[in-house]
């Protein structure tokens, strides 16, 4: 028992110090993309791109806004790649959390960049189409095509993003497998297949998710989950997704998150029309205009960072309370996130401004006092 408690202050101190540095590294991040837009509309440098991309694309619209979001790319990589490197190999290796080796690393970013920078030019692109066609409309266009490329996402997210980094088995312990499936036709919720996701190849962190939107949702377990976890604590995480299930949180967050979105598009709008003509940007559609419209949204979600947060945190309590009475045992629970807390190193109580701030789910300790005073109250 000594040993045991041992073992875990030991376990929260590293918790502490691996967590203290994600804070600052959080906040650099933070201040980080501002502070290189900022720059580029200051300095002029955000028409020094567009004039090189006029010598390079011509007169074609499409090639136009092609050069220079790739100009603009690498602009932003050469700062993010040490933060990214740092961040994501250096400091998992030094607290013992991930499984990479430098050229897994490598690929993986190569991968997530490559993906990210598609993804990104294919919405750039449609957002400069719909500048160019309604100019005086193009912030509720561009808001409804956000709304669709959300939903879709949602629902390959699963199917097509997922397989390009990690791969998907079918569980193999088929005790758990059906534990899993009886509890989730409890409430409901049809699963055809419990998945298996080799989360090992990158970290030691454990998680579980239900990913996708209709048909394409699935119960998806990591092998780390899977290995440090029971039956019965696993029971738990699962029951703890049931719980955003039965409530439709993925509808819920979802459509909250457009709601901010159309105020992030607005404020666009009206930022654009306040401040282009002074930044030297010739009309809506002019691409050097793509730093100013990032700066206001960016901006605009950073306010509503805490309210986001927020509800966010009031559906996860909400989805605990609903695990604490799909399983009844209390104990199970408390195991359950005292053991999340030291696979993954996190910080049992964070300082109260960065949870209010960063945190979408409630610090552990809350979460562990809820579960015992549910106990106290049946």
Known sequence: MINDTNMTVKDNGKAKEYQAIRRKLTLVHLALTPGLLAVM????????????????????????????????????????????????????????????TLGAWVSDFLKRSFLSFALSLALIELLYFILRAAPGTWWLWAWAGYAFVSYILGKIFPVVIVPLFYKYGKLDDETLAQKVKALAARFGMPVGNVYSLNLSKTTRKANAAFMGIGRTKRVVLSDTLISNFTHAEIETVVAHELGHFTARDVWRLLGFGLAVSLAAFYAGFLGMNAWAGTLGVASVSDVAGLPLLLLVFYAVALVMTPAQNAYSRRRERAADRFALRAGGDTSVFVSCMEKLGRVNLAEMDPPAWYEWFFYDHPALSKRIRMAEEFAASV
């Open 41 to 100: 509309l200051l300095s002029g440098f955000h028409l020094v791109l567009r004039d090189l991309t006029a010598a390079v694309a011509g007169g074609n619209e499409w090639m136009r806004v092609a050069v220079y979001f790739s100009l603009f790319s690498v602009y932003f990589l050469v700062f993010d790649l040490p933060l990214s490197f740092y961040s994501g190999f250096r400091l998992e290796h030094r607290f013992g959390l991930s499984n990479q």
